[in-house]
């Protein structure tokens, strides 16, 4: 059966459809919308500076609280609600934006950046700065150059924390020689290895070494967040694949320049041109789909925008099979906008946004949360499991009841699906003997978890 | 295919039938071959443990003098082998010493020393990392998982990961079933035959499904027991039927302060979860070894609101009826000054990867070399502690 491209774009490249909302007719549509405005009704950005304000009130406070202070208490429990208030924006973001928004394919594309430059969000400060990149490092570059996304990311708090680079010093650095610290290769490694060139690629560990020897200086203080101190740097150049890089003085440029190179290179393009293929359209994709993207990252220069293009004019990108299973995230979120959640009508109250998040856990997909820097697995048996099915089962049993008495089964099904949804399970949802689980048998169809 | 073989079909372990032959996991050559009777279950203490709560070491010169609040000499705890006391509120724990069915490994730790992080230790932990500094074994997997592919006939229903947060010491290339018991997979008959008919063309999905209602469907809800126990209580009902190993976690030990309200509650989830599958495993106790392990131990001295900070060596828990002796295995380090780490922590005196990995040889016949190579790489095992009989 033929799905029209309308309903790929919205199911394959989107979030799904929503009651109160066009979908975007095609794959120009889907270009024209991205990159748009966020929808106004988001949870501001809190700035950097004033997450770090508050870690440090944690710490003072857990500080006062070692050395038995009479207000400690009080003061830390300040510092907690701090802690909390900066934090429940950043997550409300990560469910609201792709709830409401009409770009889709934009928030879809947030979620695969954020999860190409994966920090898990665990532990105090990285549950807040983690989300901070997302918003404020991937998400104004999706649909601009990889060079600058990638600069964005690297230099951005949470993967300065993340990956160490905070702790790096250069062997022969001033700052090396009055402490026992020295180099760690952490983010070097992760760079040539998730973020550019790839596990396969044709790096060296001597690569890995000069890189992070080349990265020296960048680091995150406790105040502002990314720093570059030239005292921290290894002195001299540094050569990565071949080029030379740096000297003396130090600089943040230099590194900008190997990030830019190595947003270029071919095995960037073909490392993330697979990425993009395996996420939207299969977990085996078609060569010859994989080679197009890359070669419109090549042409290009990693221009984003171009090797979105690319990737929607393949015939490849529209085959007719849903064949990615939805990852529990994305399903629910699909669900909540196929209820029409988040309207007047029927807002997203902070306590089911919470209830998704622990939904999201039973699920095995703790928000933002990973295992590894390698992120989320993308193939359906990893996620299709007799504990992840469970989890649906629970969360579809729970939002059917509650929206059962408003909707009539079939015309969500419609609402749902559209040319999606099969003959056989038209039929199931009609045979079902109550309505809320015609609703159910909606949201648990294959057709419903799969894109 | 009936409802018949269906039901039951983990439970009892009698009906392989089609769940298992639809499995892609699962050949119906590796279903011929069982690793055997003995079972394991790993229970992960997250947090970190205060090793020196749980086992006093009422023998050390000063223990008492070190912690002022936290240990009180009017209720020292129960007597175990004239050095060492159980805590306290452990008292349905003294039945196993007593029947030789508890023992404990004083001042092991994993190789990680340092940042003392929660979250790099638990991955330490679960990975059996081997370098100092953070180094993981490279994939990414769980050393559990990575023994379980060496187990000859493993299959999707040998190990069970319990609990809905999923554990890194079980996740890796070899196939393991993880189940919560909250899960509710509840549907009346006609909704579940729809469904069944919406799947018939979808095996990933027509088998996660049957195998999940399998599971649901064999497993008495048990709305008695809450917390750990409920978890423990579902791993021995697999651990009855073709699962021989099992692990869940038990939270809530990061005692930094008001340490024995945190600490009693904690020990209780642990001494209930332990009672739960020696009750619940009934005549396969005989043949089961409980390892309770966590990622570092906690600072000897009290710190300043009468809870402890995290610190280096700790204390193993083990219990089961296939233990060789009521005994604390391990060398005692001291906790003179000198004795210490940074002058805060509890020196180890072993890896805890080397009673494990014996451990896992002595269970399921794994060559050692084989543990040094693929579950703990670069460990050197040693000679063999004799945990078990």
């Known amino acids: 059966m033929a799905i029209s491209v309308r309903t790929l774009a919205a199911i394959r490249y989107g979030y799904g459809f929503r009651p109160d909302q066009p979908p975007p007719a095609d794959a120009e549509a889907l270009l024209a919308r991205l990159g748009g405005p966020v929808p106004r009704q988001l949870p501001a950005v809190p700035r950097i500076e004033s997450l770090f304000s508050i870690f440090q009130q944690v710490r003072a406070a857990n500080r006062a609280m070692l050395d038995g202070a009479r207000s400690a208490e009080a003061q830390r429990k300040r510092a907690r609600q701090a802690l909390r208030a900066a934090r429940a924006p950043l997550f409300a973001r990560r469910l609201l934006a792709p709830l409401l928004s009409p770009d889709g394919f934009g928030e879809r594309l947030v979620t695969f950046w954020a999860d190409h430059f994966t920090v898990e969000a665990r532990g105090a400060p990285l549950m807040s700065v983690a989300p901070h990149l997302i918003e404020t490092a991937v998400r104004p570059n999706i649909a601009g150059r990889f060079s600058d996304m990638l600069f964005a ?54 690569d890995v070494r000069e890189l992070a020897e080349l990265l020296t200086g960048l680091t995150s203080d406790n105040k502002t967040g990314m720093k570059f101190l030239p005292n921290r740097a290894e002195p001299g150049t540094e050569t990565v ?131 590894g820097p390698n992120g989320w697995p993308e193939e359906a048996e990893a996620w299709i499991t007799p504990q992840g099915l469970a989890g649906r089962m629970e969360a579809a049993r729970e939002f059917s009841r509650m929206h059962a008495e408003r909707l009539d089964p079939r015309a969500f099904l419609e609402t749902a699906l559209r040319d999606a949804a099969s003959e056989r399970l038209r039929f199931a949802v009609s045979a079902a003997e109550q309505k809320w689980e015609g609703l159910l048998l909606t949201l648990l169809s294959p057709e419903f978890n799969r894109r | ?187 009346s008959a006609q909704a579940r035959l729809l469904l069944e008919t919406l799947y018939a063309d979808d095996p990933v999905f027509a088998d996660a499904a049957r195998m999940a209602f399998d599971i649901s469907d064999s497993t008495d809800r048990d709305t008695e027991r809450q917390g750990a126990a409920a978890l423990a209580a579902f791993a021995a009902e697999q651990l009855r039927g073709a699962t021989r190993i099992a692990a869940f976690s038990i939270g809530g030990w990061d005692t930094h302060r008001g340490q024995n309200s945190v600490f009693r509650r904690a020990l209780g989830e642990l001494s209930a979860a332990i009672e739960a599958l020696r009750t619940g495993l009934g005549p396969n106790w005989a043949t089961t070894t409980v390892a309770a392990v966590t990622e570092f131990g906690r600072t000897v001295r009290e710190n300043g609101s009468r809870g402890t900070d995290h610190g280096t060596g700790g204390t193993m828990l083990l219990a089961g009826g296939t233990l060789s002796a009521a005994r604390v295995h391990g060398v005692w380090p001291g906790i003179g000054p000198s004795d210490l780490i940074d002058n805060r922590d509890l020196r180890p005196t072993d890896d805890m990867r080397r009673p494990l990995g014996w451990l896992l040889a002595g269970l399921y016949g794994i060559a050692p070399s084989a543990i040094e190579r693929t579950v703990f790489p670069r460990l050197d095992l040693g000679s063999d502690p004799r945990i078990i009989a």
């Open chain 1, 153 to 206: 990311v690297e230099t951005h708090p949470a993967m300065l924390i993340y990956l160490n680079q905070n702790v790096s010093l250069g062997p022969n650095s001033p700052a090396a020689r009055r402490s026992d610290r020295g180099l760690n290769e952490n983010l070097a490694r992760e760079i040539l290895e998730l973020h550019t060139l790839g596990v396969g690629a044709g790096y060296s560990q001597t």
């Open chain 1, 241 to 371: 694949l071949g080029r030379v890089y740096g000297g003396d003085p130090a600089q943040l440029g230099d590194i900008a320049q190997v990030l830019d190179d190595l947003a270029r290179h071919p095995d960037t393009a073909r490392h993330i041109a697979r990425k993009l293929a395996v996420h939207f359209v299969s977990d085996t994709p078609d060569e010859r789909l994989v080679a197009h993207i890359a070669a419109a990252w090549q042409r290009s220069g990693g221009d984003l925008s171009a090797v979105y293009a690319a990737t929607l004019e393949h015939p490849g990108a529209w085959a007719p099979t849903l064949s990615k299973a939805r990852q529990p995230y994305d399903f629910m979120i699909a669900t909540m906008r196929a209820f029409g959640l988040g309207s007047a009508a029927n807002p997203a109250r902070p306590q089911m946004l919470r209830r998704v998040g622990f939904i999201l856990l039973r699920m095995g997909q703790k928000m933002m949360d990973p295992a």
């Open chain 2, 1 to 187: 295919m009936t409802r018949l073989t269906r039901r039951r079909f983990l439970g009892s372990g009698l009906a392989i039938g089609c769940s298992a032959a639809a499995s892609p996991l699962i050949t119906p050559v590796a279903l011929a071959r069982a690793p055997g009777e003995n079972r394991l279950v790993v229970i992960v203490l997250r947090g970190a443990m205060d090793g020196l709560d749980l086992l006093r070491p009422l023998g050390a010169p000063g223990f008492a003098a070190l912690r002022p609040h936290i240990f009180d000499s009017a209720k020292p705890g129960h007597p175990l082998d004239g050095f060492h006391a159980l805590h306290p509120d452990l008292a349905a724990l003294k039945p196993l010493w007593d029947a030789g069915e508890l023992a404990f490994i004083q001042a092991v730790s994993t190789p990680y020393r340092g940042k003392r992080s929660h979250f790099d230790g638990q991955d330490f932990l679960e990975n059996g990392g081997y370098a100092p500094d953070g180094g993981l074994v490279a994939g990414r997997d769980g050393w559990l998982n990575r023994a379980i592919g060496l187990l000859p006939g493993a299959d999707l229903r040998t190990a069970f990961s319990v609990g809905q947060e999923s554990m890194l010491l079980m996740e890796g290339r070899a196939p393991v079933s993880s189940w919560t018991p909250e899960a509710q997979v509840a549907l």
